[in-house]
């Protein structure tokens, strides 16, 4: 079976590079909201997402891409058991800090907080694909792949609802169901976990109060305008304001006092007010070359467990940029997720250029003939 020459995929990395750029002047743009109000506010922000997430993430993505993917299999189970611990130390008294009843963060001093999560879905996915690779023709026994798997998510599960983030265990569960598909699993386990998936979120918004007002404001986005609506009603505003050509960059006027959040999960808004349809059609065309340019990366790996970290990393990015950009249009309910290479995150930003390191330099070792 023939292998390229060792050449890293060119036209994933320009739509990387396209994203990053147009991430960076959306971010900066949807950030000035905060120079009216707070100048040092704005300035640390920026240092936050500009510094901290680009630069560290370009010297994560730069370490990664010269690291032999097989190093990553070889200490996966250190990686995700390290992460979970990394994730449950949120809940270590004046190690974690919480905001708007979550605790989901780690103060760094300083330097602000980040997010453990972020690593727990780039640990989770590393061990997941070394799982399946180390099982390979086992996989259709349920004990070898659906099994372990159900403990895995229990494990975080249990982590992720106590802080409370939801969005985060369903992006992990999406992952995995396409990780579970991508290793050739029996359909019958994939529709199995697809159901008893559907089954456990059922309960979980039977159960939590701001999950089911999420939901009535999907269903009735107008019921409440001042209130539960208001961040979908401003959203749909903006982007409606926007036009074909939208009103240029920077020019955004949702962003001042009427978006909440116009630099993190409402940045879709701001890009379809500043840039219009023109604009947003262009994001989502970037956005699908990537899911599709990666997938084939994924196809062409050289092995097994190469195959399903790459369809893993892709897999995450694109179901949590199109959950974004989903629930700011009203096609999905609210969900609060960023949308990745845009929305303010340093530690998402770092941990999504260093994942996508590895896959640039899995991109090199593509087959020949598939």
Not at 173 to 194: D, Q, R, W
Not at 250 to 264: C, R, T
Not at 300 to 306: A, E, G, I, N
Request: positive net charge; glycine residues 10%.
């Amino acid at each position: 079976m023939l292998m390229r020459e060792k050449k890293v995929d060119k036209f994933f990395l320009t739509v990387v590079i396209l994203l990053l750029l147009l991430g960076v002047a959306m971010f900066v743009s949807a950030s000035l909201g905060f120079l009216t109000r707070n100048e040092k506010t704005f300035y640390t922000v920026l240092f936050t997402q500009l510094v901290l997430g680009f630069g560290l993430g370009f010297v994560g993505m730069y370490f990664s891409y010269k690291i032999d993917y097989k190093f990553w299999r070889k200490y996966s189970l250190f990686i995700f058991l390290g992460s979970i611990a990394l994730t449950a130390a949120v809940f270590i008294p004046h190690l974690g800090w919480t905001h708007g009843g979550a605790e989901r963060w780690i103060k760094l001093g300083p330097l602000g907080t980040f997010q453990p999560v972020e690593f727990l879905k780039f640990g989770f996915i590393i061990y997941f694909a070394a799982w399946l690779s180390w099982a390979k023709s086992r996989v259709k026994d349920f004990k070898f792949s659906i099994l372990p798997l159900v403990v895995m998510l229990g494990i975080i599960a249990v982590i992720l609802l106590k802080q409370p983030d939801t969005k985060s265990l369903i992006l992990i569960i999406i992952t995995a169901l396409a990780m579970i598909f991508f290793a050739n699993v029996p359909i019958k386990y994939l529709l199995g976990l697809i159901l008893g998936s559907i089954i456990v979120f059922g309960v979980l918004v039977f159960y939590t109060p701001y999950l089911q007002s999420r939901i009535k404001t999907f269903i009735n986005p107008a019921g409440d305008p001042q209130g539960s609506s208001y961040q979908i009603q401003q959203s749909l505003i903006a982007i409606g304001s926007g036009g074909l050509l939208g009103r240029g960059l920077g020019q955004s006027i949702q962003k001042f006092n009427y978006l909440p959040e116009p630099q993190g999960d409402s940045i879709f808004a701001v890009l379809g007010e500043e840039l219009g349809f023109v604009g947003t059609f262009f994001t989502i065309l970037l956005y699908s070359f990537f899911a599709l340019r990666g997938l084939r990366i994924a196809n062409r790996s050289p092995d097994l467990f190469s195959r399903l970290l790459v369809c893993g990393i892709v897999i995450l990015i694109t179901a949590q940029s199109f959950m974004n950009i989903a629930s700011i249009t009203g096609v999905f309910p609210l969900t609060g997720v960023p949308l990745v290479f845009m929305s303010q995150g340093g530690t998402s930003l770092m941990i999504y250029l260093m994942a996508l390191g590895v896959v640039l330099q899995i991109s090199k070792y593509q087959k020949n003939n598939l």
